[in-house]
């Protein structure tokens, strides 16, 4: 897998779709939304959608099983939140009405899905630390990215597939509220050694500008869809 700083200051600084309102309230550290339909065209992407739903709290597990199910075939979308404390029933919304105020994705989250070839997951995390909930994940980002995702406000990750050659593409754009700050971690993400890391990150030229301005570091990853199905199918 290989990872690419990138940042284009006209797509996220100009050009910011409406916010999406999902139907389903907070408070939630962890809450998007899935298009399995969208997910069935990839040849990965409704294995990674049964991957979400087996991490989904477990009283909550087969509601979203059978959301994600129902809107196989329709163009619909599956909208979910973890709470913080993972544990709350009431976290999964199955198209009910919102009794608490809904949980909002902003715009530059919206974008940022547009930005991927077929994107049937779009996943927030508020704080990004949620992003490093397990151990392994932390061992497959590495010290530096997990540094990076402690230090963010929140992170959206958007994922996809393109092709041809047929690649799973994740985004992640981390959100340090502060120009500075983005501008650093990224000097520092692209500064890493390539031996103590599973991943090799070029900035493009613009990012630092970009990231100076916008206070986002957005971090695209990509990796043969073979190889994650297979991983997956294990």
Do not use: Y
């Amino acid at each position: 897998m290989a990872g690419c700083l990138t940042l284009t200051g006209a797509a996220w600084l100009w050009l910011r779709p409406a916010p999406i309102t999902l139907n389903v309230a907070g408070p939630a550290g962890t809450f998007g939304m899935a298009m399995p339909k969208a997910a069935a065209r990839t040849g990965t992407g409704t294995l990674l959608l049964e991957a979400l739903a087996r991490h989904a709290p477990e009283k909550g597990r087969s509601a979203l099983q059978a959301d994600l199910e129902a809107a196989r075939s329709g163009a619909g979308r599956v909208d979910f939140a973890f709470t913080p404390d993972r544990k709350s029933t009431d976290s999964w919304s199955r198209g009910d009405a919102v009794r608490k105020p809904a949980l909002v994705l902003p715009s530059e989250a919206v974008l940022q899905s547009k930005g991927v070839d077929d994107c049937f997951l779009l996943i927030r995390f508020e704080p990004a630390s949620g992003l490093l909930e397990t151990p392994a994940r932390r061992r497959w980002m590495g010290v530096a990215l997990s540094d990076a995702v402690r230090e963010a406000r929140s992170a959206t990750v958007a994922v996809g597939e393109e092709g041809p050659p047929t690649r799973l593409v994740a985004t992640i754009a981390l959100d340090f509220g502060d120009g500075a700050k983005a501008e650093a971690a990224l000097e520092r993400l692209a500064a890493e050694d390539a031996s103590s890391s599973a991943f090799v990150f070029a900035a493009t030229p613009d990012a630092a500008a970009t990231s100076r301005v916008s206070g986002l570091v957005v971090i695209r990853l990509e990796a043969d869809a073979r190889l994650v199905k297979a991983a997956l199918s294990r």
